[in-house]
């Protein structure tokens, strides 16, 4: 009996933890992570990188349990089973509290830390833009401008934490690709969405025309950076 307890409850525990990880759109925050930290190694030492990583690691904790926790209504009457919420995996009151937790941390990471002052407050920018992006503007015709601020925001928070400014073309790169994505990425649930009265961009162009849009963008982005490498090199 004690075996069989024992076990449930660490099954318990690895269902919560998982479900919290894949509330977080672990994917995509992986990669936001990894970009932030292998950008800040330009201007800072491994150590201090690694600080900066863990405040935006913090910021797309919020932005991925906040999205998470505002779809909820609509996942659960699309049974999007693959959504720690709806699976049962991850209450909403758990996912409240971390996302305070996850949100305080965010604040003082980023003010404490390399970041500084004029960093930090660009970082919370960033998070803001992400965060009214889960709660209104995902429904509007507006939904791509968040992507554009955040992402166009990180780069700025890193080299002018570090005194200097970022160049032209690598903010616009973050700010195309990340657009880019946000049309592939609302793709996969357009006709539930639409259904659900959510109508940001990608969801009034249409399946065809949001997939058209990132292959230009992305093409735009291929291109402009590689101007850059050629002038570099």
């Not at 700025?156 to 657009?179: E, G, H, Q, R």
């Not at 969801?203 to 093409?219: D, E, N, T, Y």
Request: one cysteine or more; hydrophobic letters at 55%; proline letters at 3%.
């Amino acid at each position: 009996m004690f075996v069989i307890t024992t076990n449930r409850f660490y099954k318990r525990i690895y269902l919560s933890v998982n479900g919290f990880l894949i509330a977080t759109h672990f994917g995509p925050t992986v990669l936001v992570v990894t970009i932030a930290f292998l950008l800040s190694l330009t201007q800072y030492s491994i150590f201090d990188s690694a600080k900066i990583a863990a405040a935006i690691l913090a910021g797309q904790c919020v932005v991925g349990w906040s999205n998470d926790l505002v779809d909820f209504p609509r996942d659960l009457a699309s049974a999007r089973m693959r959504k720690p919420l709806v699976a049962g995996a991850v209450s909403s009151g758990a996912l409240k509290r971390a996302i305070f937790i996850a949100l305080s941390l965010a604040v003082v990471l980023s003010f404490i830390g390399p970041l500084g002052r004029n960093g930090g407050a660009l970082h919370c920018l960033g998070l803001l833009s992400a965060t009214l992006y889960n709660f209104k503007l995902k429904e509007t015709i507006f939904s791509a401008l968040p992507y554009i601020i955040s992402f166009g925001a990180a780069p700025w928070a890193i080299y002018l934490s570090a005194d200097k400014n970022p160049s032209l073309w690598l903010v616009l790169a973050f700010m195309i690709f990340a657009s880019a994505f946000h049309f592939l990425n609302v793709v996969k649930d357009l006709e539930s969405d639409l259904q659900q009265g959510v109508l940001g961009l990608p969801q009034r162009l249409g399946r065809q025309k949001s997939i058209a849009a990132a292959l230009v963008l992305i093409l735009c982005g291929v291109t402009l950076l590689a101007l850059k490498w050629r002038v570099l090199f």
